[in-house]
């Protein structure tokens, strides 16, 4: 009756979704671009670790302060090379050294440094830095870390009269 209307209604509805060709043409092209993406990405991880890494001695330094005020004693965080480790320690054995010491009762840690990361350098005594009660630090100086092969580095540095820390 209404010729019209019927061949609208045809129209509309073959207009009305997507082919399987436009579909696999989609997939296609985001796969491209995400083959594209997974090279820069692959790039991004190394220097992920080593900010970790260096966060990580941030948080501990920043928490070993915190404690010493809170419970007025000589508390501090020792990087020990040797074992790939760190961790934050109550200065029992000689507090008058300001260092840790075999024996030093272990309060937090210790937490594994990753095996693509180094400790580039330290210019703390025996890498190792106590806060007072004060909340000051034993010395100031800074803990470096880089990639084994010595690329990505962040340093991490206490100053010894407020004992405030921060990460570059």
Known sequence: MFPICDRIKRQSYRTGGFTMLEMMII???????????????????????????????????RLARSMAISEATQVGVFVDT???????????????????????????GPDIIDSDVVLFSSTFTNNSVVFQATGSASQSGSFVYARSDGGFRYTVSVLGSTGRSRMQ
């Open 82 to 108: 040797s074992n790939r480790r760190y961790f934050i320690f109550k200065d029992i054995i000689s507090p008058d050294q300001m260092t840790y010491n075999v024996g030093d009762s272990i309060m937090s």
């Open 27 to 61: 997939v296609v092209i985001i796969g491209i671009l995400a083959a594209m993406a997974v090279p820069s990405f692959s790039s991004i991880i190394p220097k992920l670790k080593v900010r970790s890494e260096a966060r990580g001695t941030l948080n501990y330094l």
